[in-house]
């Protein structure tokens, strides 16, 4: 089989890059052992490394054959991080979705003890959920507020409950807040938050996370739906698409290791 041979300058871009990959997995490396692990010579080794370390990209020791990575390339991945909008990466993904089911799409984050919705794509059915942008619900009783809650510990949650002057309400009865301690330790175990009329009669909602580069709950991604519709392998598909939309949406803002679901 005849082999394709690569330009030299695609071929010294893909070394670069090997060389890059395996600085950033150790703290620091010789170029012996460098050489070794991207199977290159030392003198092409040497070569690049001299390039990346009067642009910045690499540090040396004083006269150690030692070679570690600076924050150069963290402090232009930052950069293009900050031209990321999240309202435009996800109206993308809840368009797709609402073009699919035709269900409500919500984007939220949480502010004090609620949740206020940041985009909105309401439902395509004449029975369906209506919402809109700016709209608040109680954290503690919405499937996305639930997904932001979870991310907390008991401690932060109840101080939270204690410092807050919001009355906390649900169907006229004062919330408990072991009963919901209980229920977010079944979330933060499933991955999702799920309202099951909660807030109101015929309603249905799941809610997903949506992490930032810092693995920090930034908002939540949720699909309402009436009880109507509801069955159980509706139910599995509508969050697994949301899941993968918030997957895709949290990569695009830095998340390196969206949590398994």
């Known amino acids: 089989m005849t082999s394709i041979k690569q330009p030299e300058s695609v071929s010294s871009v893909l070394k670069i890059f090997g ?7 150790e703290r620091e490396i010789g170029i012996s052992d460098l050489s070794q692990k991207v199977m290159m010579s030392k003198s092409t080794v040497y070569r690049f490394l001299q390039t990346m370390k009067t642009l910045g990209i690499v540090s040396q020791e004083g006269d150690s054959d030692k070679y570690s990575m600076t924050l150069k390339l963290f402090e232009l991945g930052s950069k293009a991080l900050e031209h990321v909008n999240l309202i435009d990466l996800a109206d993308f993904e809840m368009r797709k979705i609402s073009d699919k089911y035709g269900e409500s799409i919500q984007l939220g984050t949480l502010d004090g003890m609620s949740v206020i919705y940041l985009h909105n794509i309401d439902a395509s059915f004449s ?8 709209y608040r619900v109680p954290s503690y009783s919405s499937s996305i507020g639930k997904v932001f809650l979870a991310s907390k510990n008991d401690q932060e949650i ?14 006229s009865e004062t919330i408990d807040l072991s009963i919901l301690l209980s229920d977010l330790s079944n979330v933060r175990e499933v991955g999702f938050g799920e309202e099951n009329e909660d807030r109101e009669a015929g309603l249905r909602s799941l809610a997903v996370p949506i992490y930032d580069r810092f693995n920090e709950v930034v908002a939540g991604l949720c699909i309402s739906y009436p009880t109507v519709r509801y069955s159980e392998s509706v139910r599995r598909e509508y969050l697994s698409s949301i899941w993968e939309a918030a997957e895709r949406i949290s990569e695009k803002l830095g998340c390196k290791s969206y949590p398994v679901h």
């Not at 060389?19 to 997995?25: F, G, R, T, V």
């Not at 029975?127 to 700016?134: A, C, D, E, R, T």
């Not at 109840?158 to 169907?171: G, M, S, T």
């Open 19 to 25: 060389i890059l990959q395996a600085i950033s997995e």
């Open 158 to 171: 109840k101080h939270l409950f204690e410092e807050n002057d919001e009355i906390r309400v649900l169907n």
């Open 127 to 134: 029975l369906g959920v209506k919402s809109k942008i700016g």
